[in-house]
């Protein structure tokens, strides 16, 4: 194994890509006085730009993903009384923005191969409280649409996409964001384009996107402005970060196309170990890889955290998996969901990391760390023969 500390390189999980174009424009709304989020050329330059690159009509920008599905759920009128059904594995900002809004959030169980919601699973859960379904595309790679969207119609439901991870992924050929009533971004640093912090719904309908853009500016009034038209919220990002996005938006594909390479080259360096599961792009996806999310299997299942710190060593950073809600104590502990509820998510949940995934990696980066992780799972998995 590789520890000699003078040769090891610091190696970050993910690191933004932002060069010239982003100070250009950042610095043009500094100039301009317009750093708020009322005024500014990048807010609907970044709101048109964004949603006609998903497909989509109409964009609001918003302070966050977490926001973004917040406002998701607000347009569609979700509230106390309904369920939604979410995929179980997730960033937990999914089901908080349900939470917030008093609905009750329905862990589905995933597929174990793309780690998204198992369309098969989902119709079982649905009752007379259902009011709409919330997928999640986990780690870049498309949930399966066809079969979520014929679901969705035959019960009227609603149909949320949450795409925090999934900028510019395509299924059958169309960008995600697109299928759903609406789709949720966030463009949070680590995220395929960033704005720092920050987050969009994309959507083709004109009322959702009206009411979105009213509540996430305090609800204000139209003929008077402090006769408010609902309980609103402050969502609103800033033309600086607008201005950001608008730069990263013209480098979203190079971006997306490094990701792919990345995962192409850990990919065939990883093939055929029988210990590990690695990304898979099924035959009706385009994975944009967000983060190279590895499961270790058979004998290395438990070792997850001797090969993380063993990364941490050779100063490689990674990052564990999620927890799904179902295994979360502090909704357990509400009585909201049961342990066992998901059995393929709660396999995963402490079996699974990424690897350093950034899209600037050099051909260097990328052969220290697949050299280090196979030097650490070599030399347990050697241990048992
Ligand atoms: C799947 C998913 N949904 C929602 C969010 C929340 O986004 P934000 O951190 O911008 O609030 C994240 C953040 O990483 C996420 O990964």
Redesign the pocket.
């Known amino acids: 194994m590789q520890t000699n500390t003078e040769t090891k390189k610091h190696v970050p999980v993910s690191q933004p890509v932002l060069g010239e174009l982003e100070s250009e424009y950042v610095n043009k709304a500094l100039r301009d006085n317009a750093i708020s989020g009322f005024y500014g050329e990048y807010l609907s330059k970044f709101e048109n730009g964004f949603a006609e690159y998903c497909g989509c009509k109409y964009g609001v920008t918003t302070t966050?993903?977490?926001t973004a599905?917040h406002l998701a759920m607000l347009s569609l009128s979700i509230g106390a009384g309904d369920e939604v059904l979410v995929s179980s594995l997730?960033?937990m900002?999914?089901f908080f923005a349900v939470l917030y809004t008093g609905a009750k959030p329905i862990p589905v169980d995933i597929e174990k191969d793309t780690l998204n919601i198992d369309p098969k699973l989902i119709e079982e859960k649905i009752t007379e409280q259902t009011k709409a379904i919330l997928v999640?595309h986990l780690f870049g790679h498309p949930v399966d649409m066809d079969p979520v969207t014929e679901i969705a119609r035959r019960h009227n439901l609603f149909l949320v996409e949450?795409c925090?991870?999934a900028h510019g992924a395509e299924y059958k050929g169309k960008k995600v964001g697109s299928f759903g009533d609406i789709g949720c971004f966030?463009f949070?640093a680590n995220k395929i384009l960033t704005t720092g912090?920050g987050?969009m719904i994309i959507t083709n309908n004109s009322a959702y996107a009206e009411k979105a853009a009213v509540l996430k500016s305090l609800a204000f009034g139209v003929k008077n402005k402090f006769m408010h038209q609902d309980i609103g919220y402050n969502y609103r990002m800033t033309n600086l970060q607008a201005a950001l996005g608008c730069a990263q938006l013209e480098r979203i594909e190079n971006i997306i196309d490094n990701k792919r390479k990345v995962a192409q080259f850990y990919s065939e360096k990883f093939a055929d170990n029988p210990y590990l599961q690695l990304p898979v792009e099924k035959d009706y996806a385009k994975n944009v890889y967000w983060m190279y999310h590895v499961v270790l299997k058979g004998i290395l299942k438990g070792k997850r955290e001797i090969v993380m710190n063993h990364l941490t060593e050779c100063r490689i950073e990674t990052r564990e998996g999620f927890i799904p809600y179902n295994m979360q104590n502090v909704f357990i502990e509400k009585g909201f969901v049961q342990f066992d509820e998901c059995p393929a998510a709660n396999d995963v949940a402490y079996s699974g990391f990424y690897l350093p995934s950034g899209p600037n990696l050099s051909g260097e980066d990328l052969e220290y760390v697949a050299e280090n992780f196979l030097d650490v799972i070599n030399s347990l998995t050697n241990s048992y023969t």
Do not use: R
Request: proline share 0%; net charge negative.
């Open positions: 966050s993903g977490t599905l997730t960033n900002a999914t999640v949450d925090a991870q966030s949070y912090e987050g």
